[in-house]
């Protein structure tokens, strides 16, 4: 270990379910101009789990990425997590944690901390800050970050065309070999009715314009208050990345900050936003994994920036809770994120029609059931699947048994 101890992200993973519907094949199903999602929304594609992925499911398949590729130091790292932590707001269970099944089912040595943390898309956020704690205190030890969701708004909702589902995994340890995080960050939390889903309901209570202003606000809280206590300024920043419920929303919070700088500032800013969101274009909104997935869009797409670049990270959870802190890119960095595992994820995908979708949208487990088979149908390739429920409890495929 280094003598200036630094922490943050050293391996990250995603995982997309194996199914997409087009933005036009909505826009044309709807009726609406397929110009509003292309341009007013900033989506091209949105993902579509079937049943077998629910987030636990797509939690192991995220991190179990990390346990596929391990060379000697990883391995060293990946035996040194004790603690797993679970990111989501769709949750399986409403007391067990999914952290708990993912420590049981990936190859993690006995004796671990796990729980699941929630406050809408700041969980994965919320993960990351208390694992780089957590690893401050515990030089010797790793964390486990997992955020998974699968955000579903209903058939002909407003919000449909801002659905997505998949997960990003996060090993935090010692001189990280990806990013290490800022010891400085900005946090803003007030009761906000934008978006939030009361315990009984299937699908989220969204007011969408309240939902806009309450992220372009905290984006300005956040975002001036951290320039105040860095005494930065926006030039200082090689890069930007905003939680994304669709492309264009960041963008906007970006605009007047960009209109306001220097030409070439804002031109890098620019450009470095759209590779950032060029994988959501893809994906949809991922609640708590969204910002994780822009990350990984900008790294995958810009493998060789300068080493203690910095990155902005916005992170915003309806409800509403925000964050800006940074990330100072590590040295070889590029090398680490697996670009081309996750362009096969993508290109891999079957493309549904508009039918297939609303019919795979439907498939549910029923309600109460206490034992349930969930069968392949759709012939999901994932190595992790959920595979039914026995006596109330999810049982999962185990590929990696210990
Ligand atoms: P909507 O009513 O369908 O669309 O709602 P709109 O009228 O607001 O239009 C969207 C944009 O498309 C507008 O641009 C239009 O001008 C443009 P803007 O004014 O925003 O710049 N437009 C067109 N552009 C080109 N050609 C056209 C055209 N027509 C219109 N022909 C909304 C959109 C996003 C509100 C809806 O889908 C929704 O409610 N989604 C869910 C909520 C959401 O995503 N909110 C985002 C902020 S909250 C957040 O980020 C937290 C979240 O991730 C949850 C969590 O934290 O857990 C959601």
């Known amino acids: 270990m280094s003598d200036v101890m630094t922490v943050g992200i050293d391996q990250m993973a995603v995982y997309v379910p194996p199914f997409k519907l087009e933005m036009g094949d909505l826009a044309s199903a709807r009726g609406v101009d397929p110009k509003k999602f292309e341009l007013g929304i ?14 636990v499911a797509m939690g192991l398949n995220a991190a179990i990425q990390l346990f596929d590729r391990a060379d ?28 708990v099944f993912l420590t049981d089912l990936l190859p ?45 708004y209903g058939l002909n909702s407003g919000g449909e065309p801002t659905q997505g589902a998949g997960a990003v995994a996060m090993l935090i340890s010692h001189d ?32 969408g314009p309240l939902s806009k ?36 929303l960041g963008a906007k919070a970006l605009a007047p900050y960009l209109d306001d700088c220097d030409e070439e500032t804002a031109k890098r800013l620019s450009h470095y936003y759209q590779q950032a969101v060029s994988y ?10 969204s910002l994780y997935l822009s990350l990984f869009s900008l790294l995958a797409h810009e493998p060789n920036l300068a080493p203690d670049s910095e990155i902005g990270m916005f992170s915003y959870g309806s409800g509403a809770v ?70 109330g409890h999810r049982v999962y495929s185990n590929p990696k048994k210990r």
């Open 42 to 55: 900033g989506q091209d594609e949105m993902a579509v789990a079937p049943l077998t992925q629910d987030t």
């Open 72 to 99: 000697k130091v990883d391995q060293q790292r990946l035996d040194a997590i004790s603690l797993v932590i679970f990111a989501s707001e769709t949750g399986v269970d409403h007391s067990k944690a999914g952290a």
């Open 108 to 152: 993690i040595k006995q004796g671990v901390r796990s729980f699941e943390v929630k406050q809408a898309c700041y969980g994965g956020t919320a993960g990351l800050q208390l694992a780089t704690s957590y690893v401050l205190q515990h030089p010797e030890e790793s964390v486990l970050v997992v955020a998974s969701d699968n955000a579903k």
């Open 176 to 207: 990280p070999r990806i990013a290490k995080v800022s010891d400085v960050s900005a946090y803003h939390t007030a009761d906000v009715a934008d978006f939030w889903r009361p315990i009984d309901q299937e699908y989220p209570l969204v007011d």
């Open 213 to 248: 202003k309450a992220y372009l606000d905290f984006f300005n809280d956040t975002f001036t208050s951290f320039l105040g206590l860095t005494y930065q300024t926006i030039a200082d920043f090689t890069a930007i990345c905003c939680h994304v419920p669709y492309t264009k």
């Open 280 to 289: 959501n274009r893809l994906v949809g909104n991922i609640y708590t994994g």
């Open 322 to 391: 925000g964050e800006f802190f940074s990330l100072y890119l590590s040295k070889g960095y590029g090398q680490e994120i697996q670009k081309h595992r996750f362009a096969e994820q993508l290109t891999a995908r079957n493309t549904l029609t508009i039918d297939e979708y609303e019919a795979l949208f439907e498939e549910k487990i029923p309600t109460k059931a206490k034992d349930f088979v969930v069968t392949n149908d759709h012939h999901d390739p994932s190595e992790y699947q959920l595979k039914a429920i026995n006596n």
